[in-house]
């Protein structure tokens, strides 16, 4: 196991083996912090690991009956979750609470698979019930919420705090088509159901001016491309805001969603982190310390034109033929050699991994996220298969490993 300190980035490699016990703490070589690592899935993770060595994806044991919390403030709504998840005979409804307050208490005596969480709720919300979940007993959570749609604040804060997917309340207005809606529920908390997740610390958002707001150029000497597909929202939300905005890092990255939800997650994004996120516009020169955000129908590059750095956007209403992540590493791969990284997140399908193929023989360094830990785990799990990944790390300790990339490449 590779673990990267949250403090200072120093790498720890730690032997699983001789681990006792499902919690382990040790301090820092680097800084002198406390580190925790929690094993409760050791197991499960052994399992996983050896599935990625044979090229197999495990698959969900068939007799496993998925456990699930449905928490509420409506009784209409906690009867209609109900139907939906048990009309799936592997999903049961082990408990259902009006307030995240008893929520809470259920989660004392019992071990739910998945929750499905409301936002507004009296006595406790739900926002405050995620934060508490995730730092005492992680669950993996979908927000079931009228407020959580794609593009909202609420849906931003929630994965912010740990939550793996969202959806708006089942509803019948405006025609809506019920079955799609029950579907997509059981998706979505099959998918949550396999997501390895650990204990959080919160964000502490920046409070010092960052170096791109007071003027001028901000120098750097490595760039990170950073590609991310479905369930893109919550990967980034534990890389970037961790990313150390005093290293000579430039990063550019591509998510596989609609490009008006991106104007509003990238404002959001850069509220949350040391670094500067923008949208990637045509011609922009390159700056460190700034996070340039993209959609997979803006085709973005890496040139060099006239001594500097730029970004190439060519935007179009599909996708390019070429994957955008694989073109935007290759660009990058081809410009800055062995100062490129590519790192891939969560995603289905394959973009990216050529991509990274790309960064390996131009000599950059590659990083792939585990799949263990993703939503969607068909990408980095073919990353894995075709390359030797030494960097495979969760999301949430993927900033630490990019810190330590920069660091290592400073001069």
Do not use: W
Not at 298 to 319: A, D, I
């Amino acid at each position: 196991m590779i673990l990267f300190c949250e403090e200072c980035g120093t790498r720890h490699d730690i032997d699983e083996n001789r681990i006792k016990g499902e919690v382990y703490r040790f301090s820092c070589n680097g800084c002198g912090e406390t580190l925790m690592v929690s094993l409760a899935n050791k197991q499960e993770g052994k399992r996983v690991q050896a599935a990625l060595t044979h090229q197999i994806q495990p698959a969900a044991s068939p007799e496993k009956i998925l456990k699930i919390l449905v928490v509420d403030d409506s009784k209409l709504i906690r009867k209609v979750l109900r139907e939906i998840i048990e009309s799936d005979g592997r999903k049961q409804v082990v408990g259902e609470a009006e307030n995240g307050k008893q929520a809470l208490e259920f989660l004392v005596g019992a071990q739910p698979d998945v929750i499905t969480l409301d936002i507004n709720m009296p006595v406790m919300d739900g926002i405050t019930t995620l934060k508490h979940i995730m730092i005492s007993r992680p669950v993996p959570t979908v927000m079931i919420s009228a407020l959580t749609k794609e593009g909202s604040m609420e849906t931003f804060e929630s994965l912010k705090y740990g939550a793996i997917d969202f959806l708006p309340k089942p509803s019948k207005v405006k025609g809506a088509d019920l079955q799609s809606q029950k579907t997509e529920i059981l998706r979505k908390i099959e998918l949550a159901s396999g997501v390895q997740i650990e204990s959080i610390r919160y964000l502490r958002r920046p409070s010092q001016k960052k170096a791109n707001d007071i003027g001028g150029s901000t120098p750097y000497t490595c760039c990170v491309a950073i590609g991310v597909a479905e369930g893109g929202y919550g990967a980034l939300l534990n890389v970037i805001p961790r990313i150390k905005e005093d290293l000579p890092g430039a990063y550019v990255a591509v998510m596989h969603q609609p490009a008006h939800h991106i104007d509003g997650f990238s404002r959001y994004l850069d509220q949350c982190s040391q670094l500067s996120v923008q949208r990637a516009v045509d011609g922009t020169r390159l700056q460190g310390g700034t996070c340039y955000l993209s959609a997979a129908t803006e085709q973005v590059t890496l040139v060099q034109e006239g001594g500097q750095n730029r970004l190439k956007v060519n935007s179009s209403s599909v996708p390019a033929p070429i994957g955008a992540i694989d073109i935007l590493m290759g660009s990058v791969a081809e410009v800055m050699r062995e100062r490129a990284a590519g790192v891939l997140l969560t995603g289905a399908g394959d973009d990216g991994v050529n991509g990274l193929g790309r960064v390996l023989q131009m000599g950059g360094t590659i990083l792939v996220q585990d799949p263990r830990s993703c939503l969607f785990k068909e990408a980095p799990m073919k990353a894995v298969h075709k390359y030797s990944v030494e960097y495979l790390l969760s999301d949430k300790q993927m900033a630490f490993a990019i810190n330590a990339f920069i660091r290592a490449h400073s001069n």
